[in-house]
Each structure stands twice: as C-alpha cells, then as structure tokens.
C-alpha cells in the first residue's frame, strides 16, 4: 500500500487499541451528515439550486460504470503511484453503476435527465467540509507536533502533487479530491440504505 494518507499517532502510551478504534469509528461518524448539512446549505442558495438542474442530459451505461470502476481498481494494483487517484473514482464507479443497474435513483443517474445540482452541490459540499477538517488536523497538531496526543491527528503522502501547503497536511492540488470524494459518500449512503433498510433520502426527487 501506498499510505497516501496515514496516522502516525496510533500507537499512543496510555490508550488501548480498543479504545483507539472507538475514537476513530466516532471521529468517522461525522463524515455522512456533515457533508449532508453542507449540502442542505447550498441547496438554500436559490441560484446554486436552479442553475444547474437543465444542463446537457449524459446518459452513463451501468455496465460502463461497473466494469470501468473494477477495472480501474484492477490497474491500481499494478500501477499505484500513476493510479493513486483510484481509490476515489473507481468504487464510486461501482458502487453508482450498481444502483443505476437497479433503478435506485443516485447524483450519477441524475445526469441523463440534465439535472446536475446533486453530483456539483455534494462535491462542492464535500470540498468546504474537507477545508475545515483540513484545518482542524492540521492546528491539532501544530505548533508542537512531537506531543502526539491526537490519534486521529493524519498525515499525506500523495504521488505528483504533494507540493504547496498551506496551514495543512493536505496538498493544495489534493482538495481537488474532496469533489469525487463527496458523490462517493453520497452513493455508497444510498447504497447502506438500500442494504440495511433504512430511509437514505435527503431530496425530494429521491422518493
């Protein structure tokens, strides 16, 4: 594995690696409905709202999805440094050829009828969340790194754009991934819901 991003306070004196995995699984909690709140924000901006709904309608194939996403999955075993980029794009490939090959309504299958707003909104979304979580990883370790008292505290190790920080552990070209990343939680959401049977709805259209 490449550990293009990893926590180098995992292994804290004092704390047991129980406990260690319960921070983490709270700290991961947050992830669904703070970038849904960001979202509903958005939404609340009329123009943000409309001017993206009629734009050109792009049917994607559910296969091409599929076995574009495995594929691609495939490749980055052999290729990791030139394919890092791939374990954003190719489960949420998956994961959204999936639902469309089920009829489950998705921010990718919004497309064919030229609605843009879900997959634009929720990656902006995910991209002014990922700012302040950048922040906050990035001031719960500094100025005084070697304290270590954070487990939660991540660093990145990114092929090719690991350049350019700024009050950050992340790259400045690196928050482009928070936009995939975004319609990556918003489907495999959808994809949970439809699982362990719960109501992943958050838009009107989506009932």
Known sequence: MLGNWYYPNTHIPGLSHGLIVALFLIAYTTVWPAIFEWYTLLKTCPKLASRYSQGPKLALPAWLLIWGGFALIFLMTFLPYPLFWVVWI?????????????????????????NWTPMILVALASLFNGFF????????AHPLPELQTNPNYWIYN???VDV?????EMPLLGFFGYL?????????FIWAGKVFG???????EQK
């Open 198 to 204: 719960f109501d992943s709805s958050i838009e009107l």
């Open 158 to 160: 990114i092929p090719y």
């Open 180 to 188: 995939p990343f975004g319609v990556l939680v918003w489907v495999v």
């Open 90 to 114: 190719g489960p949420f490939a998956v994961v959204a050829g999936i639902l469309m090959r089920l009829n489950i309504w998705n921010p990718v299958s919004a497309l064919a009828q030229g």
């Open 164 to 168: 350019i920080h700024i009050f950050a």
């Open 133 to 140: 979580w950048e922040v906050w990883n990035y001031g719960s």
